[in-house]
């Protein structure tokens, strides 16, 4: 007995990783039309706000204003650079 | 007078429980404190109301696209706000008031209060769909109103106060409330502090002993501290980190088709307290099954629609679930109608066959079909199938040297192609196609009467629905219908067509494979096949097959199999075990027309996540999902009691979802060189 939607908010039965396993494996044997894919990058960052983003959630909402700040700051530096 | 920030839910309840002796009146605010939106932004919710206003726009004969509605509803909205703006506070806007402007836009009529009570309809709906109350928030103000404290939900919102009491109703804590009020209907906001004197007078507050409860810190904050009642305010780093993750699935979806299909399971998932401990079969039901069964019905329905079919007829016995889900997943897909009419319909393959021999006689191919299923070996298994006497053959039979038993089936010892060269000149013989059509008649009448019943011939066009695989029903079917003049054209629409055998299509007779069709090369799509029975169990009606249709004075009877024998108990006992499965689905699927409908997908946008479902689910399951969902019994009427001698383990297990839990959990790279296995197949197909 377990919860369709998990503790990290992710699909029980299809959690990130495993969703990455299959994508892995199918740069190997073809394993069916996937499109576009997942993408690594978006794999990644799923997987960092599914399983590893408690603690930032937790200080973001404390230091909210702190986090907005050091947000558009470092947007700021990324776009000056394009 | 102040406020506190609590940064969980269970705290800020924890606190209020602990002051609550101190407060007469609490007031909530409704959006992200009592309730939660499954989606992270609330605007997501008008574009399907626009595609709605621009359907019917097309049906009136002012064709306007979705986008343009939407933007019309922005800049009215926008106009509205400023106006409000100049002798309010609070930049409101009110829902009827900016909603008729755009409907008067659009329909270019000055009287629009039926269609404005449509669109209103229908937007609630996709927010009654789209909300979700927080179960330990609502217990909690239950609480409070069972103390007998004065219980107010307050929302800065265009919605006026009677469309968020429906919301209220539905989200199941009206009853709690003593009254809903919305800025809509003063533009007397809490992000200008002016909601609260309202409120004041309204109802005869006082400051004292008034505890406010929201989420934003400005309008649930501030303002009513500077009014001077108290205040908490909900900071959830957890409903945050949600939104984070949905909109990232959504935003990802944009872009990368793989994830359209994830984004709509993220919408579709249960949140707070729907989301309880539920058995695996359950869960696989939801989260795997429906939606692609979703995708599935969504195919057929865009189908139908584009086609002017104007009827579909769910087949038995899967066709029960499919008409179940489409029943409740169109409401939130088609708020506009259009839709063809729905019909279960009662038929097997055992019911049909014999009825489709009563005008064509038992044709070559019919009589090749029999021998297909492994258990079928001879005449009686043509007979047994076909219901045919097969006493009354005999002579027929000793004139072309064969017997009851000959062996006709080449998957059997003793077979010699001279028997079924023997048959075949049978089969061309006027006399033995005179006794078919003789036996079968009775049956052919009788199905043609519940098939006038259903209204199977008042339409022109229609669509029959089956799970697959072969298509043999609507091969029987089309057979035994299209002697008659008033034969409509039939659509067939299988979930998985593996077409066995070739089937006859023409533009009257024509069958799709939806999720699977072997006449594409789909890889992830042909993993249906590891687990055929699976899709078969998941949808199967509660009721036993159908055996035949009986001629009767009145008109005709439904003959069903006995359920009292083994295989009928088994039969039983498998639907038992299959429930939770089937309930599952079952309740995916409004969610699955709430959350299609709002993402504005259809299957093609899907496909690339349901193969990538498949392949895991069927092609590369985990030993506990296989357990835990392989089906126990099968029951096959059209299968033969006759067994085929099988050349040891190998032939045995045929797919990996027959394979022992042992070999499963031990047994080396076995998913891996099954599915090479498997590819080669299909290659060599």
Not at chain 2, 118 to 143: D, G, H, N, S
Not at chain 2, 298 to 317: D, M, P, S
Not at chain 2, 357 to 364: D, E, I, S, V
């Amino acid at each position: 007995m377990k919860r369709i939607l998990n503790n990290n908010f992710d699909l029980t039965g299809s959690e990130v990783f495993r969703i990455s396993r299959t994508y892995i494996l199918s740069r190997f044997i073809p394993l069916g039309n996937f499109n576009s894919g997942p993408n690594l990058r978006c794999l990644f960052t799923l997987a960092v706000l599914h399983y590893f983003s408690r603690p930032i959630f937790w200080i973001m909402v404390r230091q909210e204003q702190l986090v907005t700040r050091s947000y558009n700051t470092m947007k700021q530096i990324v776009q000056s650079r394009r | 007078m102040g406020f506190e920030k609590y940064y969980s839910l269970l705290s800020l309840i924890k606190a209020g429980k602990r002051q609550a002796d101190r407060f007469d009146v609490v007031t909530f605010d409704l959006f992200d404190t009592l309730v939660i939106r499954r989606m992270h932004d609330p605007d997501l919710v008008k574009m399907p109301v626009a595609r709605f206003i621009a359907a019917r726009s097309v049906r009136n004969g002012h064709s306007i696209s979705a986008e343009k509605v939407q933007q019309l509803r922005d800049d009215i909205e926008s106009r509205h706000r400023a106006e409000t703006g100049l002798h309010f506070d609070d930049h409101e806007a009110c829902y009827p008031q900016f909603m008729t402007e755009v409907l008067q836009e659009v329909f270019q009529s000055s009287d629009v209060s039926a269609l404005l009570e449509e669109v209103t309809q229908y937007e609630l709906f996709m927010e009654q769909q789209m909300i979700v109350p927080r179960a330990e928030l609502v217990k909690w103000l239950r609480e409070l109103s069972s103390q007998g404290k004065r219980v107010f939900v307050v929302s800065d919102i265009y919605l006026p106060a009677a469309h968020l009491r429906i919301l209220v109703e539905k989200a199941g804590f009206l009853d709690a409330v003593e009254d809903v009020i919305s800025s809509a209907d003063s533009f007397l906001a809490k992000a200008s502090g002016k909601a609260f004197p309202l409120l004041q007078e309204r109802y005869a507050l006082s400051k004292d002993g008034w505890l406010h409860v929201g989420d934003n810190p400005i309008s649930d904050g501030l303002r009513p501290a500077e009014f001077g009642i108290d205040a908490m305010v909900l900071h959830d780093a957890s409903e945050k980190r949600r939104k984070a993750i949905t909109k990232r699935y959504l935003n990802y979806s944009k872009g990368l088709p793989f994830w359209r299909g994830r984004a709509l399971q993220q919408l579709m998932l249960p949140y707070e307290g729907e989301n309880e401990r539920k058995p695996d079969l359950y869960r696989e039901g939801h989260a795997f099954l429906a939606p692609i069964i979703g995708g599935f019905i969504q195919h057929i329905a865009e189908k139908c629609v584009a086609g002017n079919i104007t009827k579909i007829f769910f087949l038995a016995r899967e066709g029960y679930t499919f008409k179940r889900f489409w029943e409740r997943a169109m409401p939130a897909l088609y708020p506009d109608g259009g839709l063809p009419e729905i019909e279960y319909l009662y038929v097997s393959r055992m019911a049909l066959a014999g009825a489709s021999c009563a005008h064509q006689g038992l044709t070559k191919v019919n009589a090749h079909i029999a021998f297909l299923p492994p258990g079928n070996r001879d005449f009686r298994d043509i007979c047994r199938i076909y219901k045919l006497d097969c006493d009354k053959f005999q002579s027929l039979l000793s004139r072309y040297n064969l017997e009851k038993d000959t062996c006709l089936s080449a998957m059997h010892p003793g077979y010699d192609p001279a028997h079924q060269m023997a048959l075949e000149s049978m089969l061309t013989d006027c006399d033995f196609q005179e006794e078919v059509k003789r036996q079968t008649g009775p049956a052919s009448e009788a199905m043609l009467r519940y098939f006038e019943d259903v209204g199977f011939f008042d339409h022109k066009q229609v669509a029959v629905v089956d799970i697959g695989w072969l298509g043999t029903i609507q091969r029987f079917l089309y057979e035994a219908v299209s002697h008659r003049q008033d034969c409509p054209r039939i659509f067939g629409f299988l979930f998985g067509a593996t077409r066995g055998i070739p089937y006859p299509s023409n533009p009257d007779n024509n069958l799709e494979g939806v999720i699977y069709d072997k006449h594409r090369f789909d890889l992830a799509g042909s993993t249906v096949l590891y687990a055929r029975d699976l899709f078969e169990e998941a949808c199967r009606a509660p009721h036993p097959t159908l055996n035949g249709y009986t001629l009767t004075p009145e008109g005709y009877e439904l003959e069903f199999r006995q359920v009292d024998d083994t295989i009928g108990k088994a039969e039983l006992e498998q639907d038992e075990y299959y429930a939770p499965l089937q309930q599952g689905v079952l309740d995916a699927a409004e969610r699955y027309g709430a959350a299609s409908s709002l993402l504005g997908y259809s299957l093609d946008d899907y496909k690339p996540w349901f193969n990538y479902l498949m392949i895991s689910k069927l092609a590369f399951p985990k030993t506990r999902e296989i357990a835990s969902i392989r089906h126990k019994h099968h029951l096959d009427d059209f299968q033969g009691q006759h067994k085929v001698p099988t050349a040891g383990r190998a032939a045995r297990w045929t797919s990996l979802w027959q394979y022992p839990i042992y070999r499963l959990r031990f047994s080396p790279l076995l998913r891996l060189r099954l599915f090479i296995r498997h590819l080669h197949e299909r290659i060599r197909e």
